[in-house]
């Protein structure tokens, strides 16, 4: 009997971002190691509230932000923090609709003003996205019809019911999403990059188990996955 087997799984708490990932490397773990990681994926929002209030878990896995104010706060173990995975912002709009120039700011402007709602999330990258929109001053011009997904759910499933007409999300949380064609690639103005970052949860009595799986996810035996799943390993030493 593998000692392994009588553990209990460890907990791992994510933002939707990174749960198929996750998932796919939580079953690598298992097999490689015999150690089981339950996971949960909630909304970013939703998980660093409950980390907060002080609910156990081993492992988070966050964007890199809400990673370094829980840290902060004292529910993160600082020192124990490595980024993940980084993943760029993606449009789409519904299966079978022409698909729209995106190459230059101009298109994709003339393609949100003739836009009749637009979606994005409440994650980092839907943040990041009205950040830019302020910036270019088209805001306030658009506001009335932008549309904000609820925590948890993908901008993805509005577009394909057809409750928005373009939506803006992580890709990781798009590239296997049903009745959606991703536009080609956004222009350099409007790329938005999000590093998710994995930590270990204070207190947690398997501290160091909860490290070694953090470093299986940012091992080059998880690169692969990561590409395949609309993300991209960090860099070294980030």
């Not at 020192?79 to 519904?94: P, Q, T």
């Amino acid at each position: 009997m593998n000692p392994s087997d009588s553990l209990p799984p460890l907990r791992c708490i994510s933002s939707m971002a990174t749960r198929q990932l996750l998932t796919r490397l939580a079953r690598q773990y298992r097999q490689a190691t015999g150690i089981e990681v339950a996971l949960e994926s909630v909304g970013g929002v939703d998980a660093a509230r409950r980390l907060a209030a002080g609910e156990a878990f081993d492992v988070a896995v966050l964007a890199s932000d809400a990673v370094a104010g829980l840290v902060a706060s004292g529910h993160l173990a600082a020192g124990s923090e490595a980024v993940v995975a980084l993943s760029g912002l993606a449009a789409a709009v519904a299966e079978g609709r022409p698909a729209p120039r995106t190459d230059t700011l101009a298109q994709l402007l003339r393609l949100l003003g003739e836009a009749g709602a637009i979606g994005y999330s409440t994650g980092p990258s839907g943040k990041a996205l009205l950040e830019r929109l302020r910036q270019w001053g088209v805001l306030e011009a658009l506001q009335p019809r932008l549309v904000q997904a609820p925590p948890g759910q993908p901008v993805a499933a509005m577009v394909a019911r057809g409750e928005v007409d373009i939506g803006f999300q992580q890709l990781s949380e798009m590239v296997h999403s049903p009745g959606i064609a991703l536009l080609a690639e956004l222009p350099p103005e409007a790329r938005i990059v999000t590093a998710f970052t994995a930590a270990a949860c204070v207190p947690s009595p398997r501290s160091d188990e909860a490290c070694a799986f953090i470093r299986y996810l940012c091992g080059a035996q998880a690169a692969e996955a990561k590409q395949e799943e609309g993300m991209s390993p960090a860099p070294v030493g980030s």
